[in-house]
């Protein structure tokens, strides 16, 4: 499926985020951990990291179901690691997904094939490990664009 989405943010107070998903889906908040930001909701970082365990598990669950087999309630943990760049930039360094099966291995049919694949179905993490290109760009209220 090509196209693309919008997702808004909107600074509530101090660092804290409103991000509105459009489609009637119900708004949430960010927010950077003390003494920075008051913790009241994920970070960037935490959001990426569930975004990349989020879609491979549901990647998982997508590559089972294929060869007709339920994985039940699964689970999914992810750690993200951070650490400084050679200009003492805080960046995410690595990310460690953990996903936890809720039925036995031994009822899965083709299981074998579905973790072989699994991973080349996650839109999110693909695209992590490989790299996104991006633009950016800064512009006033009136819409001036000042990068």
Same mark, same amino acid.
Request: with cysteine; proline share 6%.
């Given at each position: 499926?090509? &196209? #693309?989405?919008?997702?808004?943010?909107? %600074?509530?107070?101090?660092? %804290?985020?409103?991000? *509105?998903?459009?489609?009637?889906? =119900?708004?949430?908040?960010?927010?950077?951990? #003390?003494?920075?930001?008051? *913790?009241?909701?994920?970070?960037? #970082?935490?959001?990426? =990291? =569930?975004?990349?365990?989020?879609?491979?598990?549901?990647?998982? $669950?997508?590559?089972?179901?294929?060869?007709? &087999? *339920?994985?039940?309630?699964?689970?999914?943990?992810? +750690?993200?690691?951070?650490? !400084?760049?050679?200009?003492? %930039?805080? !960046?995410?360094?690595?990310?460690?997904? =953990? +996903?936890?099966?809720?039925?036995?291995?031994?009822? $899965?049919?083709?299981?074998? !094939?579905?973790?072989?694949?699994? #991973?080349?179905?996650?839109?999110?993490?693909?695209?992590? %490990?490989?790299? +996104?290109?991006?633009?950016?760009?800064?512009?006033?209220?009136? &819409?001036?664009?000042?990068?």
């Amino acid at each position: 499926m090509n &196209g #693309e989405f919008c997702v808004t943010l909107t %600074r509530e107070d101090n660092y %804290r985020f409103v991000l *509105d998903f459009g489609s009637g889906m =119900a708004k949430t908040v960010s927010d950077e951990p #003390e003494p920075v930001g008051e *913790d009241t909701g994920p970070n960037p #970082e935490q959001l990426l =990291a =569930a975004a990349v365990a989020n879609c491979l598990a549901a990647s998982l $669950l997508f590559a089972v179901r294929k060869f007709k &087999g *339920d994985p039940g309630h699964l689970s999914a943990t992810a +750690i993200c690691k951070t650490g !400084r760049n050679e200009k003492n %930039r805080l !960046r995410v360094t690595g990310l460690d997904v =953990a +996903i936890t099966l809720d039925a036995e291995p031994e009822s $899965l049919p083709h299981l074998e !094939r579905a973790l072989a694949q699994f #991973e080349d179905f996650c839109t999110v993490s693909q695209s992590v %490990r490989s790299g +996104i290109p991006f633009t950016v760009s800064v512009k006033s209220p009136d &819409g001036r664009v000042l990068k």
